[in-house]
Nanobody, 116 residues
């Protein structure tokens, strides 16, 4: 059974950094693209970034380019999102999900709040 568990969220001041992690349990983590999606309070889901199976291909939303870095450790079955130069508008519930165009398994989300 596939399970995704996010961690690493919290409260940070504007301009600060957070590193989110997503622990994947189940078979064949390295067979799948992985994706980060977020949902700000009162808003819809926003796709942030994805990464291919061997981490050689990554894509970012315009809102994340130059500030966020997606990565993965296939030996440890962990997906990461390094978030730098954070802004208040980055405050959201962040989800990791398995897949690229179809996201078939999701974590429960982790809250990141950017505020002074």
């Amino acid at each position: 059974q596939v399970q995704l568990v996010e961690s690493g969220g919290g409260l940070v001041q504007p301009g600060g950094s957070l590193r989110l992690s997503c622990a994947f349990s189940g078979l064949s983590f390295d067979d799948y693209w992985m994706t980060w999606v977020r949902q700000a309070p009162g808003k819809g889901l926003e796709w942030i970034s994805n990464i291919n199976q061997n981490a050689q291909v990554t894509h970012y939303a315009e809102s994340a380019k130059g500030r966020f870095t997606i990565s993965r450790d296939n030996a440890k079955n962990i997906l990461y999102l390094q978030m730098d130069t954070l802004k208040p508008e980055d405050s959201a519930l962040y989800y990791c999900a398995r897949g690229r165009n179809v996201l078939d398994y999701w974590g429960k989300g982790i809250l990141a709040t950017v505020s002074s």
